[in-house]
């Protein structure tokens, strides 16, 4: 069942916006808490990278570099498959 706040990809992660600054990201039984804005004009979304430090379940553990840009990746995927593009900082 898909929710207008809720993105599920069959890639195996979801984006759920829980408030207009905060959106989940879910993988594999891992979550992330990442800070954003919305905004007008073509970049509708701005998503901060500097919140994507660790993960919130299981608490505490680092995410990688690499992680981060597949993480990124993902919820640009995300948003494009609702029609919105993001801007990362």
Request: charge should be negative; include cysteine.
């Amino acid at each position: 069942m898909s929710y207008p706040n809720i993105i599920q990809r069959l890639e195996g992660f979801s984006v759920e916006m829980i408030s207009r600054t905060k959106l989940v990201y879910t993988e594999s039984g891992r979550s992330v808490k990442v800070d954003c804005e919305w905004l007008a004009g073509p970049h509708s979304l701005v998503v901060y990278t500097d919140t994507l430090t660790h993960w919130t379940v299981p608490d505490g553990i680092e995410i990688s570099s690499e992680e981060r840009a597949k993480i990124v990746d993902n919820i640009r995927k995300a948003f494009r498959f609702r029609g919105v593009e993001i801007e990362v900082q």
